[in-house]
């Protein structure tokens, strides 16, 4: 038994070392012979980890989405082979497999089942800070009585048992082994930072607890804004935001520190939270724009824009979503100019073809809409060799927006038979979506609608 864990554990391991490397598919093949052992051990908890780290490699890679699907499916498999009455102590490997399906999910643009994974995580999360406010309550009121100093011995030794039980109750919901070393005395070791994915030597940890319940309130606020539901996105926001930034206190992270400031041994961490951080403000600027809140917007882009300048390293992907975002104030509050000019810079400063070819698309919509020969011209260029290659992007988002960005052009032409065919395979693609998912995630496409027809 103990020779096979290990073996798990050098699986494990090496995994993450060749993932380092970029070394994907030589990871995935360790990880598979982990997910063996583990298969001979009979441990269908450590098995659930090794599929969930192979489903994350996939993700990180994305190459064949056949294979991601099938790699989805084993992860569903394995939770399934999990007995019911111990899932409650697999929280971590619960959230991970979550949170993993909504990322696979929202890559190819399935809204209706990542919302259903949403709302599982969601309800997990308030389930379980409910039942931990209550343990906590009652362990501190139990720690206050074992504090007086009339208590018979009996009464004590009673209300000592009552106390450790209550512990390992904590520590049962932090899905921590209750006989693991260092795990006994304290609330803050019985509840513990992290979310453990493996049992001990493998002890496998993703993201620590905060980040997890911050990254659930960011995909609650990011699919809560196609619904409308503006009140309970800021609301998200906000807690995840306060999440964040209290973790970046401890981190030393204080208004005035900079990147060459921080300690290396917290730059890893650092970098989560910051990234966390981003995407929220980013959300918060969607949400804005979204109720034609302006002012709010731009505050939002303005504290992305110092965040960035703080940390330009470990934010540097960040710098293409903030001229994108830029683009989008732009055009939102009528410069056209301005926003193809911020669309075209996101589009040099990504690596992402989704993102290059949404950037562009963008920046054509703001050429069309400026109505001129010479912008026109411009946005066919920009259009012309993206729609040439259409059938090559995974999302929907992609191809409805490449094809209503040549259809207005199109009808900027007068090519209204065209533009019509272009219409209808709009509507065939977004069949896939809600209409209200549809029109919040094409925002700025549709409010290009009124700078066509009135200007």
């Not at 049962?172 to 509840?191: C, E, H, L, R, Y």
């Not at 979503?321 to 939102?332: C, P």
């Amino acid at each position: 038994l103990e020779v096979k864990l290990w073996a798990c554990n050098f699986y494990s391991q090496l995994a993450n070392a060749l993932i380092i490397e970029g070394d994907y598919q030589s990871s995935i093949s360790a990880l598979e012979h982990g997910r063996l052992s583990a298969t001979e051990l009979r441990y269908p908890e450590l098995e659930m980890f090794f599929v969930t780290s192979t489903l994350h490699v996939h993700l990180m890679q994305w190459e064949d989405e056949n294979v991601i699907a099938s790699a989805v499916s084993k992860c569903d498999e394995a939770w399934a082979s999990i007995h019911p009455e111990r899932r409650p102590q697999c929280l971590g490997l619960f959230f991970y497999n979550e949170l993993l399906h909504i990322f696979y999910r929202l890559r190819i643009c399935d809204y209706k089942n990542a919302a259903q994974h949403i709302d599982r995580l969601d309800a997990s999360m308030k389930n379980e800070l409910q039942q931990r406010q209550e343990l906590m309550e009652e362990l501190q009121a139990l720690n206050q009585s074992l504090s007086s100093s009339d208590l018979s011995p009996r009464d004590k030794l009673a209300l000592s048992g009552k106390q450790s039980q209550l512990l390992e109750q904590l520590r049962t919901m932090a899905g921590q082994d209750s006989f693991a070393p260092g795990n006994s005395g304290t609330v803050k070791q019985a509840w513990g930072e992290g979310l453990e994915l493996a049992p001990s030597p493998i002890n496998g940890e993703w993201l620590p607890r905060n980040a997890v319940y911050a990254l659930v309130d960011l995909m609650v606020a990011t699919l809560g804004r196609p619904k409308g539901l503006f009140k309970e996105c800021s609301k998200r926001i906000q807690s995840g935001m306060l999440i964040v930034q209290e973790e970046l206190m401890k981190l030393g992270i204080t208004d005035n520190l900079k990147e060459v400031d921080l300690q290396h041994s917290a730059i890893w961490m650092a970098g989560v939270y910051l990234m966390l951080l981003m995407q929220f403000l980013e959300n918060k600027v969607a949400v804005e724009l979204t109720r034609s809140e302006f002012v709010g917007a731009q505050e939002a882009l303005v504290e992305m824009r110092k965040w960035f300048t703080r940390f330009p390293t470990i934010l540097q992907a960040c710098e293409s979503i903030i001229e994108m975002l830029r683009g989008q104030y732009a055009h939102s509050v009528g410069c056209y100019s301005e926003a193809a000019f911020h669309y075209i810079e996101a589009a040099k400063l990504t690596e992402s073809k989704s993102t290059r070819a949404i950037s562009q698309v963008y920046a054509a919509i703001s050429y069309i809409c400026i109505g001129d020969a010479d912008s026109s011209s411009l946005a066919l260029d920009l259009i012309g060799p993206i729609y040439r290659t259409i059938d090559s992007f995974v999302g929907v988002r992609e191809k409805t927006c490449i094809l209503f960005a040549y259809g207005l052009l199109l009808m900027k032409q007068h090519d209204l038979q065209e533009a019509r065919s272009k219409a209808r395979s709009i509507m065939f693609v977004i069949s896939q979506l809600s209409i209200l998912m549809a029109v919040s995630m094409n925002l700025v496409l549709w409010n290009s609608i009124l700078g066509v027809t009135t200007g």
